[in-house]
Every structure is written in structure tokens, then in C-alpha cells.
């Protein structure tokens, strides 16, 4: 069964430092979103995006955050200066965008900022 | 922004008994309500999912009803097994308000 991928499963950083969290969506997928889930909280919705550009983004998807699909098959999420508040699990998902909207995702980074 | 209330927090049973997990959102817009189970260490995955022309939809020993006149949908587990123990999102989609997830219900069943 298709699934998405996403390296590294852990990446530790220090504080002020840029990450770059990668996915590979499902091949036949059109819609890509990147959610974080802090321990214990809740699933929390960052950024979507289509046609190669951002779609929707949250409050938390400040001028820090940036998406990139650089090729065919990779979907990043680059944190420019990483604060401690950014530990987090990160996940991407995606879609098939053909009126099911049903997300599929990956098994999520956790990213430690010391 | 959109809020999903999820109730409650922890459920915790006993083997064989049902398991009813409840949500509540406020945009009348919303017209698709997924669910999602996560287990310890991996990312949520798809378990059941129903669209705003439905009332109620049924997998095996999963369910799920929608009352929009109310605005709150449900997730019903029957005969509950272990494996079954993990933590259940709701979540709301449509309307002006991006992706949106409940708090999560950690379902404890007890052998």
C-alpha cells in the first residue's frame, strides 16, 4: 500500500539553527499539508499546498516557516531560526485532491531544539 | 479560527464493552468529519470518515453518526479489544476554516 515517507524520524538542533524536515507523498497525490503535534496536544494544522504554492496557512506558519517541492516526488518544511517552542512532532500528509479528502500521513519527525 | 471540542480526554473500558468518543464544532459550513486513530510512536491514520449528506456510517465494529442541526458528530467502538487502545482524533474539514482536530481521547481498553 502507498504510503508517505518522511526522514529524518529524529533530528535533534540547537536553538537559532535551520531544519529541514522532508516527506515524500503518496506518488499520485496533489494536496500536501504539514501539521505539528507538541506532546500530549493536539494535531495542529501549519500549511496545505497545491499547484506549487501555499494553499492555506495557520497563525503558527510565521515568516520562519517555509515549504518547498523542489523536485517530482519531495515535500520540505525548512524552520529558518529554530526556537525551543518548535520541538514538536512534525507530520506531512497529503491527498489525492480529486474531490476525496481523505489525508494520509506519515509517520512524523520528532524535532528536539536544545 | 474553527474549534472542535472532543470529549472525553481519557476513556478507559473493558474488553468487549463499547467506546463512545463525541466531538462538537461550530462552522455550519464543515462538511467533511474524519477520524483518526494514533498509536504510540506513529503519525494518525484514517479510520473512519463521514460527509454532511450522511447521518451515520458503519465499518465492522467502528461507527460513526452526525447530527448538524446539533453540530456534534460521534465515534462508536463495539465490542472493544485491546489493539483497539490508542489515541482517537476528530477532525472537521469544509467551509472558510482550514483543517481543524479535536484534542484527542487516549481509549484505554482493558484486557
Known amino acids: 500500500e502507498p504510503e508517505v515517507t518522511q526522514t529524518p524520524s529524529h533530528q535533534v538542533t540547537q536553538m537559532g539553527q535551520e531544519v529541514i524536515l522532508r516527506c515524500v507523498p503518496i506518488?499520485?497525490?496533489?494536496?500536501f499539508y504539514w501539521y505539528r503535534q507538541i506532546l500530549g496536544q493536539k494535531v495542529e494544522f501549519l500549511v496545505s499546498f497545491y499547484n506549487n504554492e501555499i494553499s492555506e496557512k495557520s497563525e503558527i506558519f510565521d515568516d520562519q516557516f517555509s515549504v518547498e517541492r523542489p523536485d517530482g516526488s519531495n515535500f520540505t518544511l525548512k524552520i529558518r531560526s529554530t526556537k525551543l517552542e518548535d520541538s514538536a512532532m512534525y507530520f506531512c500528509?497529503?491527498?489525492?485532491?480529486?474531490?476525496?479528502?481523505?489525508?494520509?500521513f506519515g509517520s512524523g519527525t520528532q524535532l528536539s531544539v536544545l | 479560527g474553527e474549534n472542535v471540542e472532543q470529549h472525553p480526554s481519557t476513556l478507559s473500558v473493558q474488553e468487549g464493552d463499547s467506546a463512545v468518543i463525541k466531538c462538537t464544532y461550530s462552522?455550519?459550513?464543515?462538511?467533511?468529519f474524519p477520524w483518526y486513530k494514533q498509536e504510540l510512536g506513529k503519525g494518525p491514520q484514517l479510520i473512519i470518515d463521514?460527509?454532511?449528506?450522511?447521518g451515520e456510517k458503519k465499518d465492522q465494529r467502528i461507527a460513526v453518526t452526525l447530527n448538524k442541526t446539533a453540530k456534534h458528530f460521534s465515534l462508536h467502538i463495539t465490542e472493544t479489544q485491546p489493539e483497539d487502545s490508542a489515541v482517537y482524533f476528530c477532525?472537521?474539514?469544509?467551509?472558510?476554516?482550514?483543517?481543524?482536530f479535536g484534542r484527542g481521547t487516549s481509549l484505554i481498553v482493558h484486557p
Open positions: 462552522d455550519s459550513a464543515s462538511n467533511y
Open positions: 506518488s499520485n497525490h496533489l494536496y
Open positions: 463521514i460527509r454532511s449528506n450522511v
Open positions: 477532525s472537521r474539514e469544509g467551509g472558510s476554516y482550514i483543517p481543524t
Open positions: 500528509a497529503s491527498s489525492s485532491g480529486t474531490g476525496d479528502e481523505k489525508l494520509f
